[in-house]
C-alpha cells in the first residue's frame, strides 16, 4: 500500500507564503506523477501544479506565484506558494500516480492524501 501525507496549510495574510509537502510512503516502485489539487467551499477540486520527471504544469490561476518541485530520494513533492489571495483559500489535496510493487505484482494508481487547509486573510 502507498500512503500522502501532506503537510504545511494554515492561515496567512494575503501577500504572505506557505509550504506544503507531501510525503509518499509505502511498497514505493516507482512516481510517475504527483500534483496538487485544490478544493474551496461549494466548488469543484482543481488541479493547481502537477510534476512529472519532463514537465511541470500549472493552473492559469497560479502561474508566477506557485512554484511545484520534487524531491525524488524522498519522494517528496512541494508546492510553494507566494503572493497569496484571499481567493486561493480552500483544501488542499496532494496526488500521486505511483506504481506499487507487493507480493510480486505490480500496481499503478492514483492516491490522495488528506488534505491541508490554507486559508488565506484579506
Not at 506544503?20 to 477540486?45: D, E, H
Not at 506565484?65 to 519522494?75: E, K, Q, V, Y
Not at 481567493?87 to 499503478?108: F, K, L, P, Q
Request: one cysteine or more; glycine letters at 12%.
Amino acid at each position: 500500500q502507498v500512503q500522502l501525507v501532506e503537510s504545511g496549510g494554515g492561515l496567512v495574510q494575503a501577500g504572505g507564503s506557505l509550504r506544503l509537502s507531501c510525503a509518499a510512503s509505502g511498497s514505493i516502485f516507482s512516481i510517475n506523477a504527483m500534483g496538487w489539487y485544490r478544493q474551496a467551499p461549494g466548488k469543484q477540486r482543481e488541479l493547481v501544479a502537477s510534476i512529472t520527471s519532463v514537465r511541470t504544469v500549472y493552473a492559469d490561476s497560479v502561474k508566477g506565484r506557485f512554484t511545484i518541485s520534487r524531491d525524488n530520494a524522498l519522494n517528496t513533492v512541494y508546492l510553494q506558494m507566494n503572493s497569496l489571495k484571499p481567493e486561493d483559500t480552500a483544501v488542499y489535496y496532494c496526488n500521486g500516480r505511483i506504481t506499487s510493487y507487493s507480493g510480486g505484482h505490480y500496481d499503478t494508481q492514483n492516491y490522495w492524501g488528506q488534505g491541508t487547509q490554507v486559508t488565506v486573510s484579506s
